[in-house]
C-alpha cells in the first residue's frame, strides 16, 4: 500500500471520528439503515478482533519492525505489481480507459523491465485502486447494508460481491497451485495489515466505540473511492428536518 493511500485512508478516518463524536444522535436513523445486521457484525468483528490481537497484528508487526526497509519495498512493489492487474480490468469495465492505458503499463513494464514486479520502474505513473465493487457503484448500484466478513473484515453486500468476482480476474485468485496461492494470500494479508499499523493508533486514540468507527471509516472511504475522490454531498434526513 503506497502513501498516498494511507494518507487518504488516515484522513478519511480521522474526519469520521470526528464528525461521529460531534453528530451521533443525528446520524442514528442514517446507521440503522446502512447496518441493519449489526448484531450479527459485532459478534464477527470481535471474532476478527480476536483472532488479529492474537496472530496477525503480532506478525504484522514482525514485518515491521524486522523485515529490511530493501525486503519490505520489494514485496509491496510485488504485490502492487498483482494487484494493478485487477485495477486495469476494472478501469476498463468503468470506460476509463486512458487510466486503463495507464494501469495496464504500470503491470506490463513492472512485470518485465522490474523483474516480476519486485522493482518499481513506473513511478511517473499514478497508482490507482480500483476494484469490481467500486465498478458495480460507478454503475448506480449501491452499497447495500454493511458486512462484517469473518477473517476478511469490513465489507458491504456490494463489495462482498465484488470482492468474489475480482477472484476470478486476479493474479492469485488464479494460480493453480493451491500451496502457492494460499501462501500469496497469507502474505499480501500481512503487508497490507502492517499498511494498517499507524491508522490503528487513531483508534486507540479515541474514547469512542471502535466498531462503530470502523464502519463509518469504512463507508465513507469506499463511497469516496466510488467517486475517485469527489462523492456528491450526502443528504441526512436527520438534518433535514433540523
Known sequence: MTKPELLSRS???????????????????YTQEKDPFESYNRIAYS??????KAILKPVAQGYANYMPQLGKMATENFFSNLDDVTVTCNDVLQLKFRQAASDGSRVLFNTTFGLFGLINVTT???????DFGQTLGYWGMPS????????????SVRDGTGLYVDSFVSAIGTTQH??????AYVVDGIVSRAGLLDDEKILENAAIDRYSSM?????MRRRSLVYDGNPPRQKYEDFDEE
Do not use: M, Q, W
Not at 471474532?47 to 488479529?52: H, I, K, R, S, T
Not at 447495500?144 to 465489507?155: H, T
Open 178 to 183: 493451491v500451496p502457492t496461492r494460499n501462501a
Open 47 to 52: 471474532f476478527n478482533d480476536a483472532l488479529d
Open 124 to 130: 511517473r505513473l499514478p497508482k490507482h485502486d480500483e
Open 144 to 155: 447495500g447494508p454493511y458486512v462484517v466478513i469473518p477473517f476478511l473484515g469490513p465489507s
Open 11 to 29: 484522513t478519511l478516518l480521522l474526519s469520521c471520528l470526528l464528525f461521529s463524536a460531534c453528530s451521533t444522535t443525528h446520524l442514528s436513523r
Open 215 to 219: 464502519r463509518d471509516a469504512y463507508l
